[in-house]
Nanobody, 126 residues
Framework: PQQLSESGGGSVEAGGSLRLTCVAS????????MGWFRQAQGKVREGVAT??????????DYSDSARNRFTISHDSALNTVYLQMDNLEPDDTAMYYC?????????????????WGQGTQVTVSS
């Protein structure tokens, strides 16, 4: 089974930046897509961004909220995906989860993704 470990969350003021990191360990052979979902208190888990991690490499998908502020990237040598978050807003406050699967399956249904990390909290104050 896969193990995904997130880090990089924290508390920042509106307009600030954070960089989230997710490291995949164990048997990573089957991973072809990694991404980020978030879940605010009392809300459903929603997709933020995904990136293809095997050939053809690099295809990305962003939510409308993330598209012009966040950047997802992947380091294949380290089995690591990053989410650079700039110009953070209070509505970005959520638990951010790293997800992985054999293929990217969009952002609309988190239940489609097979492997998950434990989450890292992001809190943005106004």
């Amino acid at each position: 089974p896969q193990q995904l470990s997130e880090s990089g969350g924290g508390s920042v003021e509106a307009g600030g930046s954070l960089r989230l990191t997710c490291v995949a360990s164990g048997n990573t052979y089957y991973i072809g897509c990694m991404g980020w979902f978030r879940q605010a208190q009392g809300k459903v888990r929603e997709g933020v961004a995904t990136i293809r991690t095997r050939t053809p490499l690099g295809s990305t998908d962003y939510s409308d909220s993330a598209r012009n502020r966040f950047t997802i990237s992947h380091d294949s040598a380290l089995n690591t995906v990053y989410l650079q978050m700039d110009n953070l807003e209070p509505d970005d406050t959520a638990m951010y989860y790293c997800a992985a699967d054999r293929f990217c399956k969009g952002l609309g249904d988190h239940q489609l993704y097979e492997w998950w990390g434990q989450g890292t909290q992001v809190t943005v104050s106004s």
